[in-house]
């Protein structure tokens, strides 16, 4: 089993799943951050100030000002706004996601591409060749 996991981490798809998880991990702040301070400010503005974030409803039927002050209390929470944010991030990695892998697939047929092969001689290229191999025998 060393062995195996030794070949694994040679080949370097080790390397590159590590490598993937900690750009993963670096583009969530980026995406978490255009969520909740560029798109979901203006949809707030549009629904009358509403921040998705502190959208919830306390399992005891009590009314509270903010999500925090529930929490404070200790009250059970259905946080339905934090699960809409998470949708639209989710929503945001994917379209992303879905833009490199065609860029990276479109730059791959480029390159993988051959170039076409050489057009066939014509004839008279054939007869110039010809003439020229009877003029070296004789």
Known sequence: MLKEFQQFIARGNALDLAVGIIIGAAFNGIVTSLVNDIIMPPIGVVTGGVDFKDLFLALNGGHYAS????????????????????????????????????????????????????????????????????????
């Open 67 to 138: 999500l925090a002050d529930a929490k404070k209390v200790g009250v059970a929470t259905l946080n339905y706004g934090q699960f809409v944010n998470s949708v639209i991030n989710f929503f945001i990695v994917a379209i992303a996601v879905f833009f490199v892998v065609r860029g990276f697939n479109h730059f791959m047929k480029k390159k993988e591409s051959a170039p076409p092969p050489p057009a066939p001689p014509t004839k008279e290229l054939l007869v110039l060749e010809e003439i020229r191999d009877l003029l070296k025998k004789s």
